[in-house]
């Protein structure tokens, strides 16, 4: 389970987080919605204590993040799995090599037999062909890298996966795509996940719950119909919005 | 009156220049402080990295070659300049009032003293400071570290380590190829120009060489080693602010190990030469 209780983060007098409690049952995905720019990829990162709360706390397996001791933080970050908003892959290495580093057991990183057959393994499940494995990061397409870093994310099989913006700057049809990957992964791997993004048709379709991050604070959770339902303007407001761009876009 | 006039105007909110100049320094020295904080807290890392030899050694491997073969050509092309210019500059100063023997001992001191580790050292500030701070503040902004991190992997040993253990390993291989080149070239030079007999160069040189002196020049060039990986790889990996602040880290990386190299060049001297 992953537990955010009373989180705060500022960056110099910029306040991104402002009080924010937040709850991921285990099993569960969670779709984290907001505009750009609300700290939605700040909250991911306290979840593996790349950033740390000014104040609060934030639990993933009972444990406290930021209470972590070096080792303690690295295991648990071995748990977890975090695909980056533009893959962040490391350009001086191929596929093979990025998707070997996510192999986080060290006894299992260095049998090649091993890593062989698991790149091939998490590359079909990211729908990618082995020859892609020979590939440096800068001949892949936005789509293709977004995968590949699935990939890496994947293969250390974590209990969670972490996703940010797994479909910002891809078209409609790579976007479905997309999400059907991740729904395919939460079938597969039955890991705890939370996804990050600004599509509410995306999240709709593959979280169990969705919240919405509106000026630093959790505005609202709930299950897609609720949000449909719901009252509150300003969840009126981001849903419109979105169904309205949806509207042109046909 | 216009009815949007204020009929009372507001005092202005700039604070006096007195004020502003105070706070200015203040933030200055906060900003100065805070840096040498996250320095110590770095070199700290560093050392705490240090038993995680397999995961930077192998990748150190690759650095070297990266430092060493990589700079070569620029390495030895300068000294190789230097060394002929010392011998043709000393031989217009001192020909007619001291034995031409003695330009064997300014071509060496010269090169092996000073110039061939400083000049090694300058070069490689420019050519390995600005590459590695361009690559590790390129790594920050792409989150390529924080996805090291993420992997439960430490980038102090993935990143850092390498580089420095390179600087370690191959600045002094590349200082002493330099000292050889530029007094090969000095003598080619003093003997072409001057006229110097090979057996009255070599006097010079044996004459007033002292061992200490290539110890002296071999600790210059670990020193400089480590100034020209260190400072880099703490400003790209402080890197931030996309384009800009990649940019301007790879400045500020060649800019801090140039003038670092300059400042422990004099405190060496006045530390380790006897007076």
Redesign the interface.
């Known amino acids: 389970m992953i537990e955010l209780r009373d989180v705060h983060k500022a960056f110099g007098r910029q306040v991104v987080l402002d009080g924010v409690d937040f709850v991921v049952e285990t099993g569960q995905t969670v779709a984290l919605l907001g505009p750009s720019g609300t700290g939605k990829s700040v909250l991911l990162?306290h979840i593996?204590g790349?950033l740390m709360p000014d104040s609060g706390d934030v639990l993933v397996d009972g444990m406290s993040v930021p209470r972590l001791r070096r080792k303690e933080l690295?295991?648990?970050?071995?748990k977890?799995g975090?695909a980056?908003?533009?893959g962040?892959?490391?350009?001086s290495m191929n596929v093979y090599e990025n998707i070997r580093?996510?192999i986080?057991d060290e006894a299992l990183y260095r049998d090649k037999a091993f890593c062989d057959a698991r790149v091939a393994e998490v590359l079909k499940q990211v729908n990618l062909s082995p020859d892609v494995a020979r590939q440096m990061p800068g001949s892949l397409s936005g789509g293709m890298k977004k995968r590949v870093?699935i990939a890496?994310a994947i293969a250390?099989k974590p209990s969670y996966l972490l996703y940010d913006e797994p479909t910002s700057g891809l078209d409609p049809v790579n976007a479905d795509a997309m999400d059907a990957l991740i729904e395919q992964l939460q079938h597969e791997l039955h890991v705890t996940s939370v996804v990050v993004s600004h599509d509410v048709r995306g999240s709709f379709k593959v979280a169990d719950r969705i919240a919405l991050l509106h000026h630093g604070k959790i505005r609202k959770v709930g299950t897609a119909e609720e949000f449909v339902n719901a009252k509150d303007e300003v969840v009126r407001e981001f849903l419109e919005r979105d169904f309205q761009l949806l509207e042109a876009e046909h | 009156m216009d009815s949007s006039t204020p009929l009372i105007t507001s005092p202005s909110l700039t604070p006096p220049l007195f004020v502003r100049f105070l706070r200015n320094v203040g933030r200055g020295a906060v900003d100065s402080l805070t840096q040498v904080g996250r320095f110590g807290m770095l070199l700290v890392e560093l050392v705490r990295a240090l038993p995680e030899w397999r995961q930077w050694l192998p990748r150190a491997m690759e650095q070297c070659q990266a430092i060493g073969y990589g700079s070569l050509f620029i390495v030895l092309l300068t000294s190789g300049f230097a060394g002929a210019v010392t011998s043709l500059q000393a031989g217009y100063q001192f020909t007619g009032s001291v034995p031409l023997y003695v330009m064997g001992a300014v071509v060496a001191e010269s090169i092996v003293l000073e110039l061939g580790p400083v000049l090694t050292g300058l070069i490689l500030a420019g050519r390995v400071g600005a590459r590695y701070a361009a690559e590790l503040g390129t790594m920050r902004v792409t989150e390529q570290i924080d996805a090291l991190e993420a992997l439960g992997r430490n980038p102090i040993s993935h990143l850092l380590l390498p580089r420095i253990a390179a600087g370690v390993f191959m600045v002094p291989a590349l200082v002493m190829l330099a000292n050889l080149t530029g007094l090969l070239t000095g003598w080619l030079a003093a003997k072409s120009s001057l006229g110097i007999t090979d057996a009255d160069f070599i006097y010079g040189t044996r004459y007033f060489f002292r061992t200490f002196d290539l110890w002296y020049s071999l600790i210059k060039a670990e020193v400089f080693g480590v100034v020209v990986t260190l400072i880099p790889c703490y400003v790209g990996f402080s890197a931030d602010q996309g384009a800009e602040g990649v940019g301007r880290a790879t400045t500020t990386a060649v800019v801090v190990a140039s003038v670092s190299i300059l400042i422990l060049d004099t405190v060496l001297a006045k530390i380790l030469l006897p007076t």
């Open positions: 990162k593996v790349l690295t295991a648990l970050r071995r977890v975090y980056f908003q533009m962040a892959l490391f350009d580093l996510g986080v870093g890496r250390g």
